[in-house]
């Protein structure tokens, strides 16, 4: 006969587990995709979410002699 309560209560989270299973592989590829602020000196590339504070830092440490608006110039607003 079967399909009690305690089956049932069993098989829930195995149903879930399948529905909520994270994507399979590697982030390399999306992390590739956030690459999206450059330096124009250097053309180091740097993750979309990359604070103002950083790039300073960057351009500081890498290219003293040159401006940070040459760095990055979408710090210019």
Request: aromatic share 4%.
């Amino acid at each position: 006969m079967g399909g009690g309560n305690g089956q049932k209560s069993k098989m829930a989270p195995e149903k879930h587990m399948e529905k909520n299973k994270p994507a399979k592989g590697s982030q390399l590829e999306s992390n590739k995709k956030a690459m999206t602020i450059q330096c124009k000196v250097c053309m180091q590339t740097f993750i979309c979410t990359t604070s103002e504070l950083k790039c300073r830092e960057h351009a500081e440490a890498k290219h003293p002699k040159s401006d940070i608006y040459a760095c990055f110039p979408h710090l210019k607003k």
